[in-house]
């Protein structure tokens, strides 16, 4: 028995790093999964990963900040599944050129809000309805340590502003839609080597004074998505509007 048999899961971004390893975590559990991702050739590579393992899933390209095609995946994944009871808004990340709010480029700022925090309003938006209309389900977004600490958050504002927006957002969500038996919950990520952020590591790009307070060393992309398998199972039925550490205990030292 799977921990989401019978389950139904949307995840962004899912042709690489923490979104590729829950597509197939998630797959391994029973769940159905649409693998949306605007790198098409990951995305698909993510797909066949699934089905050489006797899963089940489908590649829909998206570009999270553009809602006719969050609207456009969610109707997809419908259309071959039959329903949708599980959304991970997993899409985000930094941009090399962000920085303080006294010098960071204007379109740098709205870039970083534009991908993150309303891209994951618009998976919101379109999977929430389709959820209430399963019965319920959960949604995972997608927060990181920055929405939780000052330090050493400032140097990354968009990135910063945009997490904690998440962080917001998950819980007055999941107020309103409780009545629904919609969860919404968040996983805040510390320093995750995915092949993206283990390239930093080798290049020295991460300032030694973070790294050395991720106080269990640096995550893999599976403790993230093992956070996610739990919020999106019925194991944590009892849990909503929480943001949840993922951080090597970086966000108590
Ligand atoms: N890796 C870390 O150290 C870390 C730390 C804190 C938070 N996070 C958060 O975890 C999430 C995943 O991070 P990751 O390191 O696995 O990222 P990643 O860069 O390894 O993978 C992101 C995936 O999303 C896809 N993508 C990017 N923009 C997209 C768009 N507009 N529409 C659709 N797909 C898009 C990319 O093609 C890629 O496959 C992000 O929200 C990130 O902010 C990661």
């Known amino acids: 028995m799977g921990r989401l048999d019978g389950r139904v899961a949307l995840i962004t971004g899912a042709g690489a790093g923490i979104g590729r390893r829950a597509a197939v975590l998630f797959a391994r559990e029973g769940a159905k999964v649409a693998v949306a991702e605007f790198a098409d050739d990951a995305g698909r ?31 997809a994944t419908v ?10 808004n997993n899409v985000g990340g930094t941009n ?59 140097s990354q504002i968009s990135y910063t502003a945009a997490k904690g ?12 839609y409780a009545p629904q038996k919609v969860r919404v919950n968040a996983i805040a990520p510390g320093i995750t080597k995915t092949e993206r952020v283990s390239r930093r590591l080798d290049e020295n790009a991460i300032p030694a004074a973070m790294l050395s307070r991720h106080l269990l060393g640096p995550g893999e992309p599976m403790d993230v998505a093992n956070a996610a398998l739990y919020l999106a199972s019925d194991e944590s039925r009892m849990i909503t509007g929480h943001t949840l550490p993922v951080d090597s205990g970086m966000t108590m030292s």
């Open 45 to 75: 590579d993510a797909v066949a990963e699934i089905t050489a393992a006797g899963g089940d899933a489908l590649f829909v390209h998206v570009d999270v900040s553009e809602p006719d095609s969050v609207e456009a995946a969610v109707r």
């Open 165 to 176: 927006a998440i962080v917001s957002m998950t819980r007055a969500m999941a107020v309103q």
């Open 79 to 88: 259309a071959r599944f039959g329903k949708l009871d599980t959304l991970y």
């Open 96 to 154: 090399p050129k962000d920085g303080p709010v006294t010098d960071v480029p204007i379109d740098v700022f709205w870039g970083s809000l534009k991908r993150d925090l309303f891209g994951t309003f618009l998976g919101c938006r379109f999977a929430i309805p389709e959820i209430i209309k399963a019965g319920g389900g959960a949604v995972i977004n997608t927060a990181s340590l920055v929405a939780l600490i000052g330090k050493p958050a400032p």
